[in-house]
């Protein structure tokens, strides 16, 4: 029999392994004694070449697991091979490393009493093995959590909806029915929660870039939870810095909802004490303001091991937490995106039972005080307003259109109801309304189909604007309503609230006043309508200062963006083509570029499936010339 020794010293084994590869290779006899290693120990273990050499193999896998390594080893000497057996190996500074190992028996092949093992370092493989079991878990908490959130309150409503039928007292009735409104309420953010996480992690969430005041919003804060923190007796005070009293471009939605997510936190996790919110600002680069918030309570604090988590998706401090607070366990997740997605920043600082301090930054540009002043000018004061307006409301669930119906009798309106879209065409044509409530989804014709048969009838109620009524909350689904030729987009479940804003946004101010003729609402060319800024006048009310930062931006942005398509059409690089073209495709329909409509969706889809050269390069030279025909008209002073 040879001696592994001598087969060691020899060199033979160089036929059955690689020295130079990046796998550890160990030869080692039956006892475990190491006669040979190869230099990856050094870069995975950090051992010097030959080093280990005359030591034991054992003396250095982890006692709690030497058992079953023995059992693995001595399996391998009574196989020709053996794969895939995970163990631990000490490393050189005390810390220890997952490495799995491959064995070749030499006793088969040489008539030895050794083994080779071919040693590849897995840590990482462990590591994202803990990490995904442990998301897992995770994902089944929340949805364990999910269920039961959104089967409680469905639970009250059914039962409330059971004893109303049951011939209640007055109080009785107004009991149930508060009740349901509070289950319907829960039910909704639970949704919104879930619909909000889905389109950011789908990287459709766009932000809008319009004048907002701090006051006024932080204001409107604090009335909306002061009822709740007096019933909890917490006091919720706000401090605004005077360089923070400003106007400020940005997205005021997105930031109450960071500070509602952040403050309502706050109040469900303080039992004593107070809630403070500040506010304060320092000017950044490029003419932006850091605005830095403070949310400070006396509540029950954090645990410092579930800081790093309480920020991550379906992850709440404690499990414990859910079952006696409630909630989805998504606020903090959607609340740091949000602040990142706006290139700010979120931390926080806590100690159990004496509270904690969520702060978070983000950079905006300072406004101007009209275009915020001249917005509060028209805002209505009462349903008032709406008296008399007409609208089609197309819906064909019985229960929606009875709601909103309900809705539209309470303020006056006159309405029409249609059931589909075959139905609202011929009341269309027998009726002039001020605005349509269109659903999407519905038998013979659906909204998309009706919209588009709208827009390409008659010249004058073509103009009439369509409001999206959908339970299809995400990006996506606002642009295709838009793209369709809707004005707006109105989510279900929705409130009173939010109806009333949508529709005063648009008839507010046109039943006050007479609106001006279309043909003053288009600016031409000598070769045919260039751009047409009846939608911004629209959704601005008709704000001068406001539509002149949006042009302004126009001009600043969209000759960079002609400049690419033109980079990426000569290079052929479709994929970042398409790119450029979706990121543009909102700013057609916000200037009204028409004829660029149908082209710019074309040119999209062209370079997705890369059908056509030529048709791409057509399309493309189509598309910069109506751009730079649009530019070109709006850098001369009106």
């Known amino acids: ?13 160089y036929k059955s392994v690689v020295e130079d590869g990046s796998d550890i290779i160990f030869i080692v006899d039956y006892d475990g004694n190491i006669l040979y290693h190869n230099n990856s120990v050094r870069a995975t273990l950090g051992y010097r070449p030959s080093s280990l050499v005359g030591k034991n193999f054992y003396d250095y896998v982890p006692e709690d697991l030497l ?45 030895i009493n050794g083994l080779i093992l071919d040693c590849r370092d897995i840590s990482q ?28 309150p469905i639970n009250g409503i059914a039962g409330m909806a059971s004893l109303l039928s049951k011939n209640p007292t007055k109080e009785e009735q107004l009991t149930y029915l508060n009740a349901i409104k509070s289950a319907a309420d829960n039910l909704k953010v639970i949704i919104n929660d879930i619909l909000d996480l889905a389109s950011i992690e789908s990287g459709k969430l766009k932000f809008e870039k319009i004048g907002f005041n701090l006051n006024d919003l932080l204001h409107s804060l604090i009335d909306s939870f002061g009822v709740q923190a007096s019933e909890k007796k917490i006091k919720l005070t706000y401090n605004l810095h005077k360089d923070a009293n400003k106007i400020f471009v940005g997205d005021p939605v997105r930031l109450n909802q960071i500070l509602i997510n ?19 600002a320092e000017k950044n680069k490029s003419g932006f303001h850091l605005l830095k918030f403070d949310i400070n309570d006396t509540g029950i ?45 979120i931390n926080v600082y806590s100690k159990e039972n004496e509270g904690s301090t969520f702060t978070f930054s983000i950079p905006y540009k300072i406004g101007k005080t009209a275009v915020v002043s001249e917005t509060r000018l028209h805002k209505p004061k009462s349903s008032e307003q709406l008296k008399y307006a007409s609208i089609l409301l197309v819906e064909d ?10 809705i539209l009798k309470m303020w006056g309106c006159h309405f029409e109801t ?49 409001i999206a009524l959908t339970a299809n909350a995400t990006q996506r689904d606002f642009e295709k309503c838009i793209a369709t030729g809707m004005n707006d987009c109105i989510t279900k479940p929705f409130t009173q609230d939010d109806l ?41 009310n008709n704000n001068k200062e406001f539509i002149q930062e949006i042009v302004s931006t126009f001009l600043e942005s969209m000759p960079k963006s002609v400049e690419a398509i033109q980079t990426y059409l000569k290079a052929k690089d479709w994929a970042q083509l398409g790119k450029v073209v979706h990121k543009i495709k909102p700013t057609i329909t916000l200037m009204g570029i028409h004829p660029l409509k149908d082209k710019i969706l074309q040119l999209e889809h062209e370079t997705k499936n890369d059908v056509d050269e030529t048709i791409i390069q057509d399309l493309s030279k189509d598309v910069t010339m109506h751009l730079n025909r649009a530019i070109e008209f709006l850098k001369v002073p009106a």
């Open 1 to 13: 029999m040879k001696s592994l020794a001598t087969y060691v010293r020899k060199g033979s084994f």
């Open 67 to 111: 058992p079953n390594f023995r059992k693995e080893l001595k399996k391998s000497t009574k196989k020709t091979f053996n794969k895939s057996v995970e163990f631990q190996f000490k490393c050189r500074d005390k810390s220890y490393k997952y490495l799995e190992f491959n064995s070749i028996n030499l006793k088969k092949k040489e008539g």
């Open 125 to 152: 493989r462990k590591k994202d093995a803990v990490e995904l079991s442990r998301a897992q878990k995770a994902k089944e908490q929340f949805l364990a959590n999910i269920s039961h959130e959104i089967r409680t």
């Open 262 to 280: 952040l403050i309502s936190n706050a109040i469900k996790f303080t039992h004593v004490g107070s809630i403070h919110i500040s506010v304060n």
């Open 301 to 345: 604090g954090i645990p410092h091991d579930k800081l790093q988590t309480i920020f991550e998706s379906f992850s709440q401090a404690d499990a414990s937490v859910t079952r006696k607070y409630g909630g989805t366990g998504l606020g903090l997740t959607i609340v740091r995106q949000l602040v990142e997605l706006q290139d700010g920043s």
């Open 397 to 406: 669930n019985d229960i929606n259109r009875l709601y909103a119906g309900s």
């Open 418 to 466: 249609a059931e589909n879209g075959v139905v609202a065409l011929e009341k269309i044509r027998g009726h002039d309304f001020d605005l349509i409530l269109m659903d999407i989804q519905m038998p013979v014709m659906d909204g998309f189909e009706t919209t588009k048969a709208i827009r390409q009838g008659d010249q004058k109620k073509s103009k009439v604007p369509i």
């Open 500 to 540: 009333f804003k949508t529709l005063t946004k648009y008839l507010g101010r046109k039943l006050k006043i007479k609106q001006r003729p279309a043909a003053t609402e288009v600016v031409s060319l000598n070769h045919g309508p260039a751009v047409d800024l009846t939608y911004l006048k629209t959704v601005s």
